[in-house]
């Protein structure tokens, strides 16, 4: 069963993490499957389907660079909605952990202790 919150878990901030890393550079499907699967051990397979969610939103466009290993890549770069998008998800992911991290910090804690009662959790 951990397993599957881990796995919704992941999956419910792909989205973030990939317009995180085209904020810093643009960058390529592989590329950026790669990074994923090194820092949030995420399947390389699902971020195909993903990139192409987010072009059809508008939250990414793409253009084609010569390789010097090989054919022409698809690079992807954050648009300006992607960029407000970005900053929304921000915003709202620092405020849910900072909410869970509230409450899970607090294990072992009766509410009133921490503060709260229980008509305010």
Do not use: N
Request: net charge negative; charged share 25%.
């Amino acid at each position: 069963m951990p397993e599957a919150i881990e796995i919704q878990l992941k999956k419910g901030v792909l989205g973030l993490c990939v317009l995180a890393l085209l904020s810093r550079a643009d960058s390529y499907s592989y590329e950026i499957a790669s990074k994923l699967a090194r820092a949030v051990d995420m399947g390389e397979g699902t971020i195909y389907p993903l990139m192409r969610r987010m072009q059809s939103d508008g939250l990414v466009e793409t253009y084609f660079e010569e390789s010097s290993t090989g054919p022409a890549r698809k690079y992807y770069r954050l648009t300006d909605q992607g960029r407000a998008s970005l900053e929304t998800q921000l915003a709202e992911w620092r405020s849910f952990t900072s909410a869970v991290e509230a409450v899970v910090g607090k294990i072992g804690v009766p509410l009133e202790s921490a503060g709260e009662t229980e008509h305010d959790a």
